[in-house]
């Protein structure tokens, strides 16, 4: 089974962010990521720890 990929533009929109927000979630390692060619993809398991950490963060 192969998890889903998504593009910064993608996540960028699931998350109601900028491109250049998803970018500086990249660059600080608190999105994982992985380079196809030049291209920068994001799986939906990650985008969900993300999302899992920071709500996480909000309760305590």
């Known amino acids: ?8 533009g993608q996540v ?3 998350l109601q962010v900028s491109r250049w927000t998803v970018y500086n979630l ?5 999105l994982a990521s992985l380079t196809i060619g030049r291209c920068r993809r994001i799986t939906e398991s990650a985008l969900h720890d993300y ?3 920071q709500t996480e963060g909000e309760a305590a």
Request: proline share 5%; net charge positive.
């Open 1 to 8: 089974m192969t998890p889903g990929l998504l593009n910064v």
């Open 12 to 14: 960028a929109a699931r």
């Open 26 to 30: 990249i660059r600080s390692r608190e």
């Open 51 to 53: 999302i899992h950490r």
